[in-house]
Every structure is written in structure tokens, then in C-alpha cells.
């Protein structure tokens, strides 16, 4: 691979990384803004599982 192309390539995935770290901020900032969080109860979410699947 010549460097032209080894540069190319390095651009391009710095490129990728950049996009990547942009949706992850703009995907934390729409959890922040969503409201308040919960405690995870997994025996309620368990449950409501099970209830749905008829069992």
C-alpha cells in the first residue's frame, strides 16, 4: 500500500471515528433529556415478560 493510500485510508477512519463520537453525544444529550430515570427493577421487567408471553 503506498503512503498516499495508507493516509487515505486514515482519513477516512478518523473520519468514521469523528461520526461515531458525534451520534454517541448526541444520543447521551437525548438521555439527558428524556426525564428522570428509575430504579431497573428486573423481577418487575421479568414479570411483565412472562405475562406477555402467556406463561
Known sequence: MTFGKRCCVLKEQDMLKQARLEELRQDTQ??????????????????????????
Do not use: F, H, I
Open 30 to 55: 437525548l438521555g439527558l433529556e428524556s426525564g428522570e430515570s428509575a430504579p431497573l427493577d428486573m423481577a418487575a421487567m421479568k414479570a411483565e415478560a412472562r405475562r406477555r408471553r402467556g406463561r
